[in-house]
């Protein structure tokens, strides 16, 4: 599986990335590490117009999960477990569900789910850096 480490200098640099990133996809879960405001929302705006979803992209920040429809009938699930405080709290909103859906399925702030997590996943870091630009990695 290909690695991808970058640096993210401009806003039109997302699409580029997504498309990179999608190229070198093999599985349905990418889970998101990255501090408030570091891009994890701009992220799924570009994947999300890559795939002509339907609907307009908000952080699932209060919501917890936003779906996602795509032209061909398939969904995409958007997590933001970030208010969650406990792994039974995401068993409760059914988070072994939308694992299993087969569906891609993007999760924020994962940290409490990475128990249930098998290796058959990806990892997106962002980090910002002193100057505002955006380090990325991902594999």
Excluded: C
Excluded at 25 to 32: E, F, G
Excluded at 33 to 52: I, P, S
Excluded at 91 to 96: A, D, M, S, T
Excluded at 104 to 132: F, G, Y
């Amino acid at each position: 599986m290909s690695q991808i480490n970058t640096i993210i200098t401009e806003e039109n640099q997302w699409k580029n990335l997504v498309s990179s990133l999608l190229e070198n996809m093999k599985y349905s879960i990418l889970i998101i590490y990255g501090d408030m405001g570091a891009g994890k929302t701009t992220f799924v705006k570009y994947l999300m117009e890559t795939f002509n979803a339907k609907n307009q992209v908000t952080s699932p920040t209060f919501s917890l999960i936003n779906e996602y429809q795509l032209p061909e009938g398939k969904k995409i699930y958007h997590l933001d477990l970030y208010r969650l405080e406990t792994t039974e709290e995401a068993l409760n909103i059914g988070i072994e569900e939308y694992l299993d859906s087969g569906e891609l399925i993007i999760i924020e702030w994962p940290q409490l789910i990475e128990p249930l997590l098998d290796e058959n996943h990806h990892t997106l870091k962002i980090q910002v850096l002193p100057n505002q630009n955006r380090k990325i990695n991902f594999n």
